[in-house]
């Protein structure tokens, strides 16, 4: 194998052009040897932009390709977990944009293929490779903020004018908890360190967008009286932020999700009874994080801080939400 983990994109999505492929060529262990699209002209586009060396019209091809040695795949939902199988079959290690799959049980598959086959699959939720993430877990062991009391997330975007967007169909798994919910559900899951035991979940639906969930509004429940209220949504003014509220304090994380382009961005507050504190870690590309991380996976047999476990128990809790949406109940999590 190469001394650097070699991708193959499979589609030349927005995030994967604007995103996952800078991360990559950013990144210190990993580079960019094919894409694939179902047109091969516009494969063959972005391969020229990236300096890419082969781009393919057909993902089978892709797959077929020997200097590949994992896949990136930014494809719609619904499609998450047929491609991630047959890359896996392929002999390909599989980096899957969230959700990893529509339901627990697509995703067991997908773990079960992973195991049968002996690849590294993980489900990319780039923020967490970033390096404030893991301050704000030293910042509560360190009891600045006393006790965690609860968590509140919101991430939301308005984009709904584009209504021909793979987010607005049913069919392809469109709505704003696959899309942007999942975020403060794994955070809350990352930063609790434990899974939540039920959930509660309102949303808005639009007949103009296929009857998909274009807002919601939830709430999870963990042991000790711990939660997660959060709000998602696809029409409604950007927001992507994370609070923790303590006994003494709570940390605010302006752009949870996102990454501070610029040196001097605030990227934590921490917020007491003796004031505000702002914390900068400087600019790191999470995109880039991540892929080296799947490289020392792949490489050096280092485990994933994040793998199939997290993704199923991640899925099981999307499951939930969609469950309590659309019959306006209390659903228990398994």
């Not at 996952?20 to 932009?49: F, H, Q, W, Y």
């Not at 899309?179 to 979940?201: F, H, K, L, N, Q």
């Not at 050096?300 to 499951?319: E, F, K, T, W």
Request: with cysteine; glycine share 8%; charged share 25%.
């Amino acid at each position: 194998m190469s001394t650097k983990l070699r991708f193959g994109i499979m589609s030349t999505a927005k995030i994967a052009r604007n995103s996952m492929i800078p991360g990559i060529l950013k990144s210190d262990r990993c580079e960019v040897t094919a894409i694939a699209s179902r047109n091969a002209e516009k494969a063959a586009e972005v391969a020229e932009r990236f300096d890419i060396p082969r781009s393919y019209g057909c993902y089978d091809e892709l797959l077929n390709d020997p200097n590949v040695d994992a896949v990136y795949i930014p494809l719609p939902n619904h499609l998450h977990k047929p491609w991630s199988i047959k890359a896996m079959q392929a002999g390909k290690h599989v980096l899957c944009e969230k959700p990893a799959a529509l339901n627990e049980l697509e995703i067991r598959q997908v773990a079960e293929a992973a195991q049968e086959h002996k690849r590294v699959f993980a489900e990319a939720f780039m923020y967490r490779y970033h390096p404030k993430h893991a301050r704000v877990r030293e910042l509560i062991e360190s009891g600045e903020i006393g006790q965690i009391r609860g968590i509140h997330g919101s991430f939301t975007f308005n984009n709904a004018g584009d209504k021909s967007n793979v987010r607005y169909s049913r069919e392809m798994g469109g709505g704003s908890v696959y899309d942007v919910g999942c975020y403060p559900i794994s955070a809350a899951r990352m930063i609790y360190g434990m899974e939540p035991r039920a959930v509660t979940c309102h949303a808005m639906f639009s007949e103009e967008h296929d009857g998909v969930d274009m807002m919601a509004h939830g709430m999870l429940e963990f042991e000790e009286g711990l939660g997660l209220t959060f709000e998602c949504g696809m029409w409604a003014y950007s927001r992507c932020s994370l609070e923790i509220a303590g006994t003494e304090g709570r940390i605010e994380l302006p752009s949870a999700f996102g990454w501070e382009r610029m040196e001097d961005q605030a990227q934590i507050l921490i917020h007491t009874p003796r004031g505000t504190r702002e914390e900068k870690l400087g600019a790191h590309n999470h995109f880039a994080l991540q892929a080296d991380a799947m490289a020392a996976a792949v490489l050096d047999g280092i485990p994933l801080p994040y793998g199939m476990d997290d993704a199923i128990y991640n899925m099981r809790v999307i499951d939930a939400c969609q469950r309590a949406i659309h019959t306006s109940s209390r659903v228990l999590i398994p």
